[in-house]
């Protein structure tokens, strides 16, 4: 059977027609092949959201949104958004379709939340809406309290200059000149002095070192007898634990009670009281001391004189003499 030109025209025209369905269809990321349902959300507003984002679920697409339509609900619009997917994959009911940032130049795309529920849907079925925070939201809230604190610290600074303008006046300013100057001689006296002092150092640069090399000796003799210091702080600490330990205390306290008791004595004695007071008050005794001491006198001189009134002695026997009267 011989086909005709006009015929083999037509196929070839069928085929480029489908093709281009075919490739326009896969330019926007859709699958005529492959199998599809249909899922819904309605979104309050859609931020940036077109037809052919991405549906994706851990970062993996599994569709686009194939249509969005403006639907007025209760008298208040909304977004009515159409999800394709082209991926057989289970979603349980009441996940969370939300609209986020796929990347930093703004484009969209639906993340799927899942739930917890253990159906899943099907197609047709309506997920729950949600809108991730877009960047200028993001960065105007962030901004919104710095701009706050900024409005606040300018409208500070603009009080504090009106004050600072109000106190230099003309004879503060004069009074701060007259501190700046201080502060200029001041310094100068000071690198004035400093120069002196590195003058001093250098000229007394040898009884410097002289110094410190007697003081790097005495550390060294320190050191070299720190055992023979320690053992002195170790008898120090006994001798001082052993007085501790001694009835000091109590000497001291029987000494003082001595003392006392010998100046009670001693006042007696003062006032004439007992034998030592009269001794050392009464002076018969001294008088009688005194004559008994003249008449022992005589009494020697007597002796020596006449000792044969005291003594008698004889060569042939003793002769009877009358015995003297008194």
Same mark, same amino acid.
């Given at each position: 059977m011989?086909?005709?030109?006009?015929?083999?025209?037509?196929?070839?025209?069928?085929?480029?027609?489908?093709?281009?369905?075919w490739?326009?269809?896969?330019?926007?990321?859709?699958?005529?092949?492959?199998q599809?349902?249909?899922?819904?959300?309605?979104?309050?507003?859609?931020?940036?959201?077109?037809?052919?984002?991405p549906?994706?679920?851990?970062?993996?697409?599994?569709?686009?949104?194939?249509?969005i339509q403006?639907?007025?609900?209760?008298?208040?619009?909304? $977004?009515?958004?159409?999800?394709?997917?082209t991926?057989? =994959?289970?979603i349980?009911?009441? %996940? !969370? +379709?939300?609209?986020? #940032?796929?990347?930093?130049?703004?484009?969209?795309?639906?993340?799927?939340?899942?739930?917890?529920?253990?159906?899943?849907v099907?197609?047709?079925?309506?997920l729950?809406?949600?809108?991730?925070?877009?960047?200028?939201?993001?960065?105007?809230?962030?901004?919104?309290?710095?701009?706050?604190?900024?409005?606040?610290?300018?409208?500070?600074?603009?009080?504090?200059?009106t004050?600072?303008?109000?106190?230099?006046?003309?004879?503060?300013?004069?009074?701060?000149?007259k501190?700046?100057?201080?502060?200029?001689?001041?310094?100068?006296?000071?690198?004035?002095?400093?120069?002196?002092l590195?003058?001093? $150092?250098?000229?007394e640069?040898?009884?410097?070192?002289s =110094?410190?090399?007697?003081?790097? %000796? !005495? +550390?060294?003799?320190? #050191?070299?007898?720190?055992?023979?210091?320690?053992?002195i702080?170790?008898?120090?600490?006994?001798?001082?634990?052993?007085?501790?330990?001694?009835?000091?205390?109590?000497?001291i306290?029987?000494?003082?009670?001595?003392?006392?008791?010998?100046?009670?004595?001693?006042?007696g004695?003062?006032?004439?009281?007992?034998?030592?007071?009269k001794l050392?008050?009464?002076?018969?005794?001294y008088m009688?001391?005194?004559?008994?001491?003249?008449?022992?006198?005589?009494?020697?001189?007597?002796?020596?004189?006449?000792?044969?009134?005291?003594?008698?002695?004889?060569?042939?026997?003793?002769?009877?003499r009358?015995?003297?009267?008194?």
């Open positions: 011989k086909l005709s030109k006009e015929f083999k025209i037509g196929i070839v025209v069928v085929f480029a027609i489908a093709a281009f369905v490739g326009l269809n896969f330019l926007k990321g859709t699958n005529l092949f492959s599809k349902y249909f899922l819904y959300a309605v979104y309050p507003k859609i931020d940036g959201l077109i037809e052919a984002n549906i994706l679920v851990n970062g993996y697409k599994i569709g686009q949104i194939n249509s403006l639907i007025q609900k209760e008298g208040k619009y909304s $977004v009515l958004v159409t999800f394709l997917l991926e057989d =994959i289970n349980p009911k009441k %996940s !969370i +379709a939300k609209a986020v #940032s796929s990347d930093l130049l703004g484009s969209k795309a639906v993340e799927i939340i899942y739930s917890d529920n253990p159906e899943f099907v197609s047709g079925d309506t729950i809406a949600e809108t991730e925070e877009s960047l200028k939201s993001s960065v105007d809230k962030r901004i919104a309290p710095l701009q706050a604190k900024a409005e606040n610290l300018i409208s500070s600074i603009d009080s504090v200059m004050v600072v303008n109000s106190v230099l006046n003309a004879k503060t300013r004069e009074n701060l000149d501190s700046f100057e201080s502060v200029r001689k001041a310094i100068l006296t000071l690198e004035q002095t400093a120069y002196k590195d003058d001093l $150092v250098g000229s640069k040898a009884k410097i070192s =110094i410190l090399t007697n003081l790097n %000796s !005495i +550390a060294n003799n320190l #050191s070299n007898n720190n055992e023979k210091i320690n053992k702080l170790t008898n120090f600490s006994n001798i001082s634990d052993s007085l501790a330990k001694s009835q000091l205390k109590s000497a306290a029987n000494a003082d009670k001595s003392m006392q008791e010998l100046n009670v004595l001693l006042a004695i003062n006032s004439g009281q007992g034998t030592l007071g050392a008050k009464n002076d018969t005794l009688n001391l005194n004559k008994s001491s003249a008449d022992l006198d005589k009494l020697l001189k007597d002796l020596r004189y006449n000792p044969e009134r005291y003594i008698h002695f004889s060569v042939f026997g003793r002769k009877n009358e015995k003297p009267k008194d």
